[in-house]
Each structure stands twice: as C-alpha cells, then as structure tokens.
C-alpha cells in the first residue's frame, strides 16, 4: 500500500473549518485514502474514505485531487471535541493490512 | 450503536508472567484485527482473523505471542513471558468482512509490565 505524508501537528479556532491535509503520491488505481481518528485514550474511530470522487458524510467530507496525489479532509465547524489525532491512510482492501502512520494532531482551541 | 468489547481496561503484570486480552467484535463482523500501540506511535497490526482463522500473523511475536479466535466470534491474545518492551495499547477491532469497511476499535487495554 503507499505511503502517506500528513503534517506533525495543526490547530484550528472553535467553530471554524478544520482542512487536514495528506499526500499519497504513489497511490495506485485500486487503492482507496481513508481515514481514522483518535482522540486520546480511546480506539482509532473510522471518518469517511474515498476513490477519487469527493465524499461527504455526518462527519466530514473528503476531497481527493484529480491526479489523486493528495487529499483533504474537511471539519467543517471544529469543535473542541475534535481535538486527536488524524490518520490518513491507503487501502486496497481485501486481505490487506490497514497500516497507521503517525497522523497529524490536531488541537482546537476555544 | 455497537461497539467492540475489550478486557480488561487496564493491566499490570511483573515481566515474565502471562497475561491475556479479551475482544468481542460485533455480532456478525467476520474479520477481526489484533494492534499493538507503542505510547506516541500509530497502532500496528500484530493478527488478522477471518472467522476462525488466521489471515495474517506476519507482526505477531511468535515466540511469545498467541492469539485464536476458536468459533470465529471472540478472541484472545496471550503474552508469555511478558517483557518490559510489552507496555503498550493493546487495541482489537472488526469489520463485516474484508473489503472496503470501516474497522470499529475496541477501547483498548493498556498494558503496563513492570
């Protein structure tokens, strides 16, 4: 599966729109990016995943370049519960291994 | 909503004794995983279990790590001797079966050896 490359660590004000961003840019056809969050002292918590269209959900919405090298993932309002960590990760599914990253930590502030 | 049991929460034990986690994924999920979270690190995968059995153990430490999953519903994983590099989460999740769906995590158990 490929690789990815996430920021250390962001922050983000209460209530506005927090963009994580990730590179893959060895991803190949049938490999989805997904994503996987983990607030402190708990299991990773499944966010949303894509292809290469743009999804969105209850969550969050994700947005995947056209060349698929890269991806964002949107929180629209941050609130402070969003504070953790965020994994991006590339998947081909099937009998293959999810592979966690050390992901980007996220704090939002009041 | 349904969640992924594990137990216990906490553990401690003294290096060279066993200790063992227990996970029940959610009712019908055929795969289920085994990770291991070093404190700052993202979680590895130690086994993958598909049903009954093994898909892929390539992580786990066999010569002291075991794990099973006998009727293809609960599981556990057992440590002997434990060692004092065992400290970490210990983290078990399930998915309906393999392919493109999200993995539920269990809370976790984190082990301290001392």
Known sequence: ?110 | EAEVAQSPRYKITEKSQAVAFWCDPISGHATLYWYRQILGQGPELLVQFQDESVVDDSQLPKDRFSAERLKGVDSTLKIQPAELGDSAMYLCASSPRTGHYGYTFGSGTRLTVV
């Open chain 1, 1 to 110: 599966d490929a690789k990815t490359t996430q920021p250390t660590s962001m922050d983000c004000a209460e209530g506005r729109a927090a963009n994580l961003p990730c590179n893959h840019s060895t991803i190949s056809g049938n490999e989805y990016v997904y994503w996987y969050r983990q607030i402190h002292s708990q299991g990773p918590q499944y966010i949303i995943h894509g292809l290469k269209n743009n999804e969105t959900n209850e969550m969050a919405s994700l947005i995947i370049t056209e060349d698929r090298k890269s991806s964002t993932l949107i929180l629209p309002h941050a609130t402070l519960r969003d504070t953790a960590v965020y994994y991006c990760i590339i998947f081909s599914g099937g009998y293959n291994k999810l592979i966690f990253g050390a992901g980007t930590r996220l704090a939002v502030h009041p």
